[in-house]
C-alpha cells in the first residue's frame, strides 16, 4: 500500500516450522530491507540452501582432514611407524569429526548469509 509505505510482494516461500522465527518474516529474503536489497524472483532461498550445504561440505573435509592428520601425527608419536599410523585411525574419531566440521560449517555459513 503505497499510503503506507509498505509493499505488496511478499516472497512466495513460506517460513520453515521449527526455523528461526525470522523465516516467517515475507520480507527476510532482503533482511527486511526493501528498499536497498532486492530479490526480483522471490527464489532466494535455494541460493542461501546451496551456499549452506557448500559450507557444510567444505568443512566436513576440512574436519577429516585434520582428524587424519592428527591422529597420524599422534601415532608416530606413540612409536608407530608411517604404514602402522595410518592403519590405527580411529573411524569413531574420525566420524565425530567429519560430522562435528559439518554442522558447524552449515551454522557458520547461515549465519554467514544471514546477518
Given at each position: 500500500m503505497p499510503d503506507f509505505g509498505t509493499f505488496l510482494?511478499?516472497?512466495p516461500v513460506l517460513g520453515v516450522i521449527g526455523g528461526p522465527a525470522?523465516?516467517?518474516?515475507?520480507?527476510?529474503?532482503?533482511?527486511?530491507n526493501t528498499v536497498n536489497l532486492t530479490d526480483p524472483s522471490g527464489e532466494f532461498?535455494?541460493?542461501?540452501?546451496?551456499?549452506?550445504?557448500?559450507?557444510?561440505?567444505?568443512s566436513a573435509i576440512g574436519g577429516a582432514i585434520y582428524s587424519l592428520g592428527s591422529q597420524i601425527i599422534e601415532n608416530?608419536?606413540?612409536g608407530?611407524?608411517?604404514?602402522?599410523?595410518?592403519?590405527?585411525?580411529?573411524?569413531?574419531?574420525l566420524a565425530k569429526d567429519v560430522l562435528?566440521?559439518?554442522?558447524?560449517?552449515?551454522?557458520?555459513q547461515y549465519i554467514r548469509q544471514n546477518f
Open positions: 510482494t511478499a516472497d525470522s523465516t516467517f518474516n515475507p520480507y527476510s529474503y532482503v533482511r527486511g532461498v535455494p541460493f542461501i540452501l546451496g551456499a549452506i550445504i557448500a559450507g557444510a561440505i567444505g608416530i608419536k606413540n608407530m611407524n608411517l604404514t602402522e599410523a595410518f592403519n590405527n585411525i580411529c573411524q569413531d574419531k562435528s566440521g559439518m554442522l558447524l560449517g552449515a551454522v557458520l
